[in-house]
């Protein structure tokens, strides 16, 4: 079992910043790989950013790639998401989730568990 609590979701102007957390308890966490993803209203969930049980892989989606960088930190079992240059359309509910294996990083890897949602509002 894992649980996982993300928080620094919030209200931002478009241009601005935010840095996500998701802190991980239960399982060793550097055992499996990280995952946020992102549901807008109105919209199926979307793979955002993923990274290895290490850090040494990570992949983007197209969208956000050069904006936002995925990062993690075995020893507080937290991985992140820095998140910059942040568009309107980045605003949804975003989720961390961790991954059945430990190089899950992948938008079609498995994800087996999932945090409870912080919103991102970026305003135009």
């Known amino acids: 079992q894992v649980q996982l609590v993300e928080s620094g979701g919030g209200l931002v102007q478009a241009g601005g910043s935010l840095r996500l957390s998701c802190h991980a308890s239960g399982r060793r966490f550097s055992s499996y790989g990280m995952g946020w993803f992102r549901q807008a209203p109105g919209k199926e969930r979307e793979f955002v950013s993923g990274?290895?049980?290490?850090?040494?892989?990570?992949s983007y989606a197209d969208s956000v790639k050069g904006r936002f960088t995925i990062s993690r930190d075995n020893a507080k079992n937290t991985v992140y998401l820095q998140m910059n240059s942040l568009k309107p359309e980045d605003t949804a509910v975003y989720y961390c989730?961790?991954?059945?294996?430990?190089?899950?990083?992948?938008?079609?890897?498995?994800?087996?568990?999932w945090g409870q949602g912080t919103q991102v509002t970026v305003s135009s």
């Open positions: 990274i290895s049980w290490g850090g040494g892989r990570t």
């Open positions: 989730a961790a991954g059945r294996s430990n190089y899950s990083y992948r938008p079609d890897d498995e994800y087996d568990y």
